[in-house]
């Protein structure tokens, strides 16, 4: 195997996660419809701040990475849910297919042997594709984490 497709390789594997903490899948599996708007003490947000803040981000850095049109949120507050509960029994569910479809996105911009993960976004100020991948993976890791400890302050997690 070719040090690109090893490097594409490990990327797409870093960032579906699971390898040094729970994936995305598992991190909300179950999570009860009442606790997903809970904000346990020692906790900063819900669980329904948490997954619409992983999908926003998400969505933003792909965008960036593939749209020079793309216009990013106002950073802070759009970054964010205005509410800390979901505003009705769809949401989560819309939020966790986002983000798993823009999750494939990105995975299939790193895999696509056309995209030069090394050479800087036109558009950007040095950013690459490898960088704005690795970004995703990283930001997801944290918020991941943050799930899975507000799960056990709420008694959700095994």
């Known amino acids: 195997m070719s040090n690109d497709k090893a490097l594409r390789k490990h990327v ?13 899948e598992k991190a909300i599996e179950n ?30 850095i792909l965008e960036f990475s593939r749209d020079p049109s793309h216009k990013s949120p106002k950073w802070p507050e759009e970054y964010w849910p205005g509410t800390q509960a979901p505003p009705d029994a769809k949401a989560w569910d819309r939020s966790v297919h986002a983000f798993g479809k823009d999750l494939k996105a990105v995975c299939a911009l790193v895999s ?47």
């Open 112 to 158: 696509d042997e056309k995209t030069d993960l090394f050479v800087k976004i036109p558009h950007g100020d040095g950013q690459t594709v490898l960088r704005e991948a690795l970004l995703v993976a990283d930001h997801n890791a944290y918020h991941l984490g943050q799930m899975v400890l507000l799960r056990r302050l709420l008694g959700a997690w095994k």
């Open 31 to 60: 999570l009860p419809i009442e606790l997903r708007g809970k904000t346990p003490k020692g906790a900063e947000h819900s669980a329904w701040e948490l997954l619409e803040h992983l999908r926003i981000a998400q969505w933003d």
């Open 12 to 24: 797409v594997k870093l960032l579906k996660g699971g390898d040094a903490h729970a994936d995305f």
